[in-house]
């Protein structure tokens, strides 16, 4: 089975800190993604990767960065957090190139205050 | 609008009853994805259907994939306290991109 995991469930920061989530999968996945979920406007997508340093924006990277050092690691950055950023953020990994089956971490719920 | 439509966007059945949920796209697929998700839990994948009029099932789940490719539903025969969550798709409109386009969800509450 498929394992991706994340760093923390929950994290509660001050605005202005820096914020660091890591996620990890054990697959060889060659594509990884964060996402952030917040009710009513459901899964958007942040940034994702192809292969390892290679990086590329998704819908809403405004406030974020990402660090893909190896393969199996995927970080996402909050250079100084705003209480806007509070939210459900989700890792995914997939196989293949192109859209393929994304399996999902179990979720960091950061509160920014 | 919102490229990908799922409704309803929360449902309430008693255990045992039947149930569907659609996912409606306003492009042509190429892919078509079902997740379930528990309340603050990470997204579980159920299955993937690609080929218009494509059907797939794994327990008492079912989802289908109509004929043009632009909607697809997925049933719940006898539906179960453990069915209960959120349940999104996500569509790949092909090309090079690495990217699924989501859903906003269909909450489902299962009563005992």
């Known amino acids: 089975d498929v394992k991706v995991t994340q760093s923390s469930r929950y994290l509660v920061k001050r605005t202005g800190e820096k914020v660091f989530l890591e996620c990890v999968q054990d697959?060889?996945?060659?594509?990884m993604f964060w996402y952030r979920q917040d009710p009513g406007l459901g899964l958007r997508l942040i940034y994702f990767?192809?292969?390892?340093?290679?990086?590329e924006k998704g819908d809403i990277p405004e406030g974020y960065s990402v660090s893909r050092e190896k393969k199996e690691r995927f970080s996402l950055i909050l250079e100084s957090a705003s209480t806007n950023q509070t939210s459900m953020y989700l890792c995914a990994s997939s196989l293949l190139a192109g859209a393929d089956t994304q399996y999902f971490g179990p979720g960091t719920r950061l509160t920014v205050l | 609008s919102q490229e990908l439509e799922q409704s309803p966007q929360s449902l309430i059945v008693q255990e045992g009853k039947n149930l569907t949920i659609n996912c409606t796209s306003s492009?042509?697929?190429?892919?078509l994805y079902w997740y379930k998700q528990k309340y603050g839990e990470g997204l579980i994948f159920l299955m993937m259907l690609q080929k218009g009029g494509e059907e797939k099932s794994h327990e008492k789940i079912t989802a289908k994939l109509d004929e043009k490719k632009q909607q697809s539903s997925l049933h719940i025969t006898a539906s179960q306290p453990s069915h209960a969550g959120i349940y999104l798709c996500g569509a790949d409109y092909g090309g090079s991109n690495y990217k699924l386009t989501f859903g906003k969800g269909t909450l489902l509450t299962v009563n005992p």
């Open positions: 990767s192809y292969d390892v340093k290679m990086k």
């Open positions: 697959m060889d996945h060659e594509n």
């Open positions: 492009k042509t697929l190429y892919g």
